[in-house]
C-alpha cells in the first residue's frame, strides 16, 4: 500500500500473515529491505485478511484513522532511511539506531522499543524476559527514567534493591545486562555521551552468579539412566534428561521442536533457537542416534514417525510462540521435578535439565576430546564461548581436588 524506494533500498508496508492472533488477526509492519536482507518494524496495528484488503480504499473513519497511523510509520522509518541515504551510510544498526532516537530519551520507552521488536522477531523467550526486567526496573525507579539518571550510584542502589528483594545475582546480572544493551542502543543513538555511560572498569561492573551449574560423573549419570521407582512418569522423564544428554546437550526447547525430518543419515541436526536468529551463519549441530537414543525414540516418540511430525509429540505444529513457549516452559517443569526427586534418592542435589548439556560438555573435556569439537558439537560461535563455559566448571573441579589433599581420614 505505501511503497518508497532509493538507491537499493526499499521500504514499503506489508501485511504479515505468517501467524495470527488468536482473535484471527495479523500485524501490519513495515518492511525494509536493503542487499536481499529484510527487517520489519511494527506499526503496532493489528487487522484481518479483509480489512486489509478493503484499506486502501476505506471510507471508514475507523479504518481511515488506522490507514493513518500506518502511514505516520511507514514516513518515519521512510524519512530516516533517506536521511541516511543523504548522507551516504545506511545499514540495519545505523537505521535501529535513529528509530530508537525517535521514540524517547528515557530507558523505559528504550525497553518498549526492544519489546516490541522481539515480539515483531518472534523471540517470544527474551521478549518475555525483556517485560520481566523492564516491569523490575519501573518498580525500582518509576515510569520515566531519564537515560541520564542511570548512573552508576543508580545501578548499585538499584543492584541493593534486588537484594532486598530476595532477587540472587544471577538474575540481578540478567537484569543489568538488559540494562546495559538498552544504554548501549542511547549511546549509539548519540542520547547519551561516552562520559555518561555507566558501565564498565572502574565505573559499574555487572555482577555475576554461580547459577545452576552441576556436572556429573559417568557413574553419576549412569546411576540416574538406570534409576527408576516403578512409575511410568519417572521413568518417561529420566529418559527425556538423557535424550538431552546425549544430543550433545540439547535443550528442551530445541527438543521438544525436533522433528523427524532432522533425522537425517543416521544423524539428528538442528540449529539451536538462542542463536539462530543472532547468527550471520546458521551453523546446524549434528548429534549421532545412538543405539540409546533411538530406543527412546521408539519408547516415547510419536509413533507415526512423519517427516513433518514432532519426535516428541507435545506440539502439534499449531500452536503460537507464546503457547509453544507455555508447553516447553509445562514440560521443563514436570522434567525437573522429578529429576528433582531421583536426584534424592541417589544423593545428587541441584539436578535439573540444566545438567544434561553442562555434564554432556565436561564429560567430553576430562576424557580429553578436543575444544574445537566441543564448541561445535555445543553450537558455540567461537572457541572462547566454549572455554568461558567450561572454565567454572573446571574450578569446581580443582575446589574438589584442593579439598582431597587434606582429606587425612581419621
Known amino acids: ?37 529484510r527487517k520489519y518494524y511494527s506499526t503496532g496495528k493489528y487487522m484481518t485478511i479483509e480489512d486489509w484488503e478493503r484499506l486502501p480504499d476505506t471510507k471508514s473513519k475507523k479504518m481511515l ?66 517485560q520481566d526486567a523492564l516491569k523490575s526496573v519501573e518498580y525500582f525507579a518509576g515510569e520515566n527514567i531519564p537515560f541520564t539518571a542511570v548512573t552508576v550510584d543508580w545501578l548499585k542502589r538499584y543492584e541493593k534493591y534486588l537484594l532486598n528483594a530476595g532477587r540472587a545475582y544471577t538474575t540481578i546480572g540478567m537484569y543489568c545486562r538488559a540494562i546495559r544493551c538498552i544504554i548501549n542502543e542511547a549511546k549509539r543513538a548519540g542520547i547519551i555521551k561516552e562520559s555518561q555511560y555507566p558501565f564498565g572498569y572502574g565505573k559499574y561492573e555487572i555482577p555475576t552468579g554461580q547459577g545452576r551449574k552441576l556436572t556429573l560423573s559417568l557413574q553419576q549419570i549412569k546411576a540416574i539412566v538406570t534409576y527408576s521407582d516403578g512409575t511410568e512418569a519417572t521413568e518417561k522423564y529420566r529418559d527425556m534428561w538423557f535424550f538431552s544428554y546425549l544430543c550433545n546437550g540439547i535443550n528442551f526447547a530445541d527438543m521438544l521442536t525436533l522433528k523427524y525430518s532432522n533425522i537425517r543419515n543416521g544423524e539428528i541436526c538442528f540449529l539451536r533457537a538462542k542463536t539462530a536468529r543472532t547468527s550471520k551463519t546458521k551453523k546446524e549441530v549434528c548429534a549421532i542416534v545412538t543405539p540409546e537414543m533411538d530406543a527412546i ?104 581436588n584442593a579439598r582431597l589433599l587434606t582429606n587425612f581420614g581419621e
Open 1 to 37: 500500500m505505501f511503497n518508497y524506494s532509493n538507491n537499493g533500498v526499499t521500504v514499503s508496508s506489508f501485511f504479515d500473515n505468517r501467524r495470527a492472533t488468536k482473535d484471527n488477526l495479523y500485524p501490519i509492519k513495515i518492511r525494509v529491505t536493503y542487499q536481499r536482507v
Open 297 to 400: 525414540i521408539k519408547k516415547w516418540g510419536n509413533k507415526s514417525r512423519k517427516p513433518e511430525d514432532y519426535i516428541f509429540g507435545y506440539l502439534k505444529g499449531n500452536e503460537t510462540p507464546f503457547e509453544e513457549k507455555d508447553v516447553v516452559k509445562a514440560v521443563t517443569k514436570l522434567c525437573n521435578k522429578r529429576l528433582k526427586k531421583i536426584g534424592a534418592a541417589l544423593g545428587i542435589d541441584g539436578l535439573s535439565t540444566y545438567s544434561a548439556r553442562h555434564s554432556y560438555a565436561t564429560v567430553l573435556k576430562r576424557s580429553g576430546a578436543n575444544i574445537a569439537y566441543i564448541s561445535e558439537s555445543l553450537g558455540h560461535n567461537d572457541l572462547k564461548t566454549t572455554e568461558n563455559y567450561l572454565a567454572s566448571f573446571e574450578k569446581e573441579e580443582r575446589e574438589k
Open 65 to 130: 484513522s488506522i490507514r493513518l497511523d500506518i502511514q505516520n510509520t511507514f514516513d518515519i522509518v521512510k524519512d530516516t532511511v533517506q536521511g541516511l541515504l543523504h548522507e551516504g551510510g545506511f545499514s540495519f544498526d545505523t537505521l535501529n539506531s535513529r528509530l530508537s532516537r525517535t521514540t524517547s530519551d528515557t530507558l523505559n520507552s528504550g525497553f518498549k522499543v526492544k519489546i516490541r521488536a522481539l515480539l515483531d522477531n518472534e523471540q517470544v523467550g527474551t521478549h518475555l524476559f525483556y
